[in-house]
């Protein structure tokens, strides 16, 4: 259905690269211009190796998660007549252990509030809205561990 292209770049500069001491900054380029700093995770690998200021991997895959939910679930509820004001998630991603030894994302929680101008959804139709944009969202159907949405709404 589609072919989606970023272009990753990291230079080495003057560090030790042999032993291990260089910076993990680097960029990512997408069509239209758009560059993101990136690095690994200070969690992972500590300053000044890694760049705190930047996006890391496992951010931009719970991000990615989120925003795939939010751009679903924002069309949803724009055809069934509502308008929504604001999307706000607080995702999160926990990587720990797996059984298998190797380290990786167990599973992420997408926590989006949504805030409306004048009527909302029903409590069902809102929360069919969420388990439909769930089901189609493209990078959820795309990772190898559960996704929860805990979906809340308010009115402006």
Known sequence: MGIYHATIRWQRGSDEFLRQKYSRGHTWHFDEGVTVPASASPQ????PL???AAVDPEEALVAALSSCHMLFVLSYISAAG?????YEDAAEGVMEKRADGKTAITRATLRPRITFQGTTPSDADFAQMHA???????????????????????LS
Do not use: G, K, Q
């Open 82 to 86: 509502f308008v929504a004001e604001s």
């Open 44 to 47: 992972v690998l500590r300053a």
């Open 50 to 52: 890694s760049v705190a």
């Open 132 to 154: 439909r944009a769930h089901d189609e969202c493209y990078i959820a159907n795309s990772v190898n561990f559960p996704v929860t949405v805990e979906p809340t709404m308010a």
